[in-house]
């Protein structure tokens, strides 16, 4: 008997840790999400950019990779005064998956709207305007105790072949 319940004391033992675990960190992730939509709302690079690692590295939707956070704000700056002067987003975080004690990956869809235009190959998902993309996230907890994306590639949703 006791050591049926020493069996099953070990096997739930980690779900109810990372139950805990998951709770803390997912709202802090969400968070940053959070924050990073805001401040392309505003039109803000440096808080957008923020969010990153000093050598976090950024995939846009054209495949482009821009490394370090400094890269990422100047090429975002140059989109907010340019073709997402007036862009609005909508996040909404998908999914939320704790990858190590310091790591978690999260994934998140992006509405995007009111835009001058979009890049070259890109087109609205909705007939409406709406672009949808999703963004994957892998953030890693630094030194200084705040998430911060290590990594993010966005990719446009594309429609099903029939």
Same mark, same amino acid.
């Given at each position: ?94 999914? %939320? =998956?704790? $990858? &190590? #004690? ?15 235009? *979009? !890049? ?17 996230? %892998? =953030?890693? $907890? &630094? #030194? ?15 429609? *099903? !072949?029939?």
């Amino acid at each position: 008997m006791q050591r049926r319940l020493f069996l099953t004391g070990v096997a739930l033992a980690p779900l109810a840790c990372r139950s805990t675990a998951g709770t803390v960190d997912e709202a802090s992730l969400r968070e940053v999400v959070a924050s990073q939509a805001a401040a392309w709302n505003h039109h803000d690079a440096h808080a957008w950019a923020d969010a990153f690692t000093p050598d976090g590295e950024f995939v846009n939707i054209l495949g482009t990779l821009l490394e370090g956070r400094e890269q990422i704000e100047k090429r975002h700056a140059e989109l907010f005064t340019t073709i997402f002067s007036r862009s609005r987003v909508v996040v909404t975080t998908r999914k %939320v =998956l704790s $990858l &190590a #004690a310091k790591a978690a990956l999260v994934e998140t869809v992006y509405e995007l709207r009111d835009y001058a235009r *979009l !890049p070259p190959g890109v087109q609205p998902t909705d007939a409406d305007g709406t672009l949808r993309t999703r963004m994957k996230y %892998v =953030l890693v $907890l &630094a #030194a200084d105790g705040r998430w911060r994306i290590a990594s993010a590639q966005n990719t446009a949703i594309g429609k *099903l !072949p029939p």
